[in-house]
């Protein structure tokens, strides 16, 4: 039986650059979750007999908004709901499921790579048929309707068993839970060379924190490949994460770091994030930063079955490092560089504009779904490995030498009052006229600007993405406010410095006089103040 509930507006639902993210504690308000289920069914066209694909990363509060939007989605009109076993499915395993079962869209439920727990983050994101993230019009008119719901529509009746596939009704729904990690890995052993992979003696470490990519870890590098049990670290998906922080950067990987950086390290180490579709790579020795793994993995994405016949072209966030440019440039290819998010690079893909897409925020992805996909890039490097003998160190090594080496590093300042960041921001973008020419200790400006994207595929324009200071010989600074966070504000600062031949300097060294400009030119200390980054990836 479909129940009209009545509802009050809450004015905190702004779909973010991943969908809407808030604490535990605020999604549990009453209404809260349905209120914004109900704005985007009210936002979308076509659910009569459509398709739905729920899933989530397992964090906290999983279960119980996966259950709500399953009776919701009965009394909006959806024929089928697809969901993934335990309500799991990780953030690329749900866009290959929505593109296989051609549905209307799906809720992705995850904070991504924020905490998970009672008194940490929660999130939903809605992706569209296409198998990616809403784009910016149908995120604002979700916003649009939060502003003035009244009501939402929900059957009645008791949960579901999540956790035994097969078929169920909820009214006229259909149900199907499904495998979550099943279609996804026989798509990968389409992409890559399995059997090469396999014979190529290869050792490695994988740490799935905790989160949703152990499942997927687990059956296709255990299982399918054949790598030692135990090779997947931390890989059962707990709803808080083991208490740990489940994103795949220098700090909060520090134990896989360090255990690749000493004696006996394998060959290859990895990690992935709280939903997967972020990535981290390590070899034996050598951290290998997303920018440069990008562009490394475009440059040898020849060598896996998938991408044998080459790339259409290559797509960046502009605040990742040009190195991926570089190689567009020599394989004569189109180099795109967009907003942060990944519905950008989204419409590329679409139109057979771009192949290899990529973030400095360890999202690496290609057209085979509409997400960045963690796995997929280990799967990329292990298939590299295996083809040509060498290690992740060589493989740095030979791509500097032919292209230069792009130095690169992000600081995050995390939870800074809003007040203040917005207050660094508007002071900044104030002052852009008037930076070209002038000097900050050697470097000189040469240009300086908020970033706008023209989108080649529909011409839409994106304003304010980030202000972007250039330095006369290829050096920049990039500050930006974070859309992922769910109190305060993250300050992001990209530095980066290219060299067509210092190829084996220390990172910080290179960086320094960067450094320094960047807080003089922003005044990071005096707005914010911290006297230091939180973290340095």
């Known amino acids: 039986m479909t129940t009209t509930v009545s509802t009050t507006p809450y004015d905190d639902q702004k779909p973010g650059t991943s969908g809407l993210r808030k604490k535990v504690r605020v999604f549990q308000q009453p209404h809260y979750a349905e209120n914004f289920v109900q704005s985007v069914f009210d936002s979308i066209d076509g659910k009569d007999g459509a ?13 119980e908004v996966i259950q709500v939007a399953i009776r919701m989605a009965a009394a909006n009109g959806f024929a089928r709901v697809v969901v993934g076993q335990g309500g799991i499915l990780s953030t690329p395993a749900a866009s290959n499921l929505i593109r296989q079962r051609q549905a209307l869209g ?19 994101k809605y992706n569209i048929g296409n198998g990616g993230p809403a784009p910016e019009k149908v995120t604002e008119a979700i916003h649009a309707r939060t502003k003035t719901i009244d009501r939402y529509l929900i059957v009645e009746g008791d949960d579901i068993d999540l956790d035994t596939l097969g078929e169920v009704q909820v009214g006229d729904l259909t149900v199907e839970v499904v495998d979550p990690v099943t279609d996804y890995a026989a798509l990968m052993e389409t992409l890559f060379d399995f059997d090469a992979i396999r014979g190529a003696g290869l050792t490695m470490a994988f740490d799935a924190m905790s989160a949703v990519t152990g499942p997927y870890a687990t059956e296709i590098l255990e299982n399918r490949l054949g790598f030692a049990r135990g090779t997947v670290r931390n890989g059962t998906p707990l709803p ?15 134990e896989l770091y360090d255990h690749m950086m000493g004696k006996g390290a394998p060959d290859f180490g990895a990690a992935s994030d709280g939903d997967g579709d972020r990535n981290l790579i390590i070899g034996r020795g050598r951290f290998v930063t997303p920018s440069d793994s990008l562009a490394m993995l475009a440059a040898n994405a020849h060598l896996a079955p998938g991408y044998a016949g080459g790339l259409k072209g290559i797509a960046r966030s502009m605040p990742t490092s040009a190195a991926a440019d570089r190689v567009a ?17 989204g419409n590329l893909l679409d139109a057979g504009m771009a192949t290899i897409c990529g973030e400095e925020s360890a999202g690496t992805g290609s057209d085979h779904v509409r997400e960045k996909d963690g796995l997929w890039a280990v799967l990329l490097w292990l298939n590299i490995l295996a083809a040509t003998g060498k290690s992740v160190d060589d493989i740095a090594r030979d791509h500097w030498a032919t ?20 207050a660094l921001m508007a002071e900044l973008r104030g002052k852009l006229a008037s930076l070209p020419g002038t000097r900050f200790g050697d470097l000189t ?52 410095r ?35 980054p939180d973290v340095i990836t």
Do not use: C
Not at 403 to 422: I, K, L, M, Q
Not at 446 to 465: G, H, I, K, L
Not at 509 to 517: E, G, K
């Open 51 to 63: 398709t739905l694909v729920i899933g989530g990363d397992g964090r906290f509060l999983n279960r």
């Open 106 to 124: 799906g809720l992705v439920l995850s904070a991504s790579h924020n905490p998970g727990g009672p008194d940490e983050d929660f999130g939903i």
């Open 240 to 254: 808080d994460f083991g208490g740990h922080h489940p994103d795949p950067n220098l700090v909060h990987a520090r």
């Open 329 to 345: 440039e020599k394989l004569g290819i189109p180099a795109f560089e967009t907003p942060t998010g990944w519905k950008f690079f």
């Open 403 to 422: 292209y230069g080496r792009n130095y690169y590093a992000r600081h995050d300042y995390e939870g800074v009052e809003s007040e203040r960041a917005d």
């Open 445 to 496: 400006v040469e240009a300086a600007d908020d970033f706008a994207y023209t989108d080649p595929t529909d011409q839409s324009v994106s304003r304010n993405q980030g202000v972007r200071i250039l330095f006369e010989g290829g050096s920049r600074v990039v500050f930006r406010l974070s859309g992922t966070g769910t109190s305060g504000a993250t300050l992001r600062v990209y530095l980066e």
């Open 498 to 532: 290219y060299s067509a031949d210092e190829l084996d300097r220390e990172t910080p060294d290179m960086l320094a006089d960067i450094i320094t400009a960047a807080d003089d030119i922003a005044g990071i200390t005096r707005h914010t103040a911290r006297t230091e």
